[in-house]
């Protein structure tokens, strides 16, 4: 799944992201760190990886998910 950054706070390293139909998901520290990111910014495109509708894992879009 993929979505574009909304938000992303650096000193919390928590954030959301909406999906391409509009929908916002909220993303934890967990998530940001599974994915192996040191950074998001406003409008980037990124990967997701749910697990019973909480997002684990944030990643580039480029990038694999973390298994």
Do not use: H, I, N
């Not at 928590?14 to 929908?23: A, E, F, K, Q």
């Not at 990111?37 to 997701?48: E, H, K, S």
Request: no cysteine; aromatic share 8%.
């Amino acid at each position: 799944m993929q979505g574009t950054v909304k938000a992303f706070d650096a000193e919390t390293r928590t954030g959301s992201v909406l999906l391409d139909d509009g929908t916002e998901l909220p993303f934890d520290a967990d998530a940001f760190a599974a994915g192996g990111l040191r950074l998001l910014r406003f409008g980037q495109r990124v990967r997701l990886a749910l697990d019973g509708g909480r997002v684990s894992a944030v990643t580039l879009s480029t990038f694999p998910l973390p298994s």
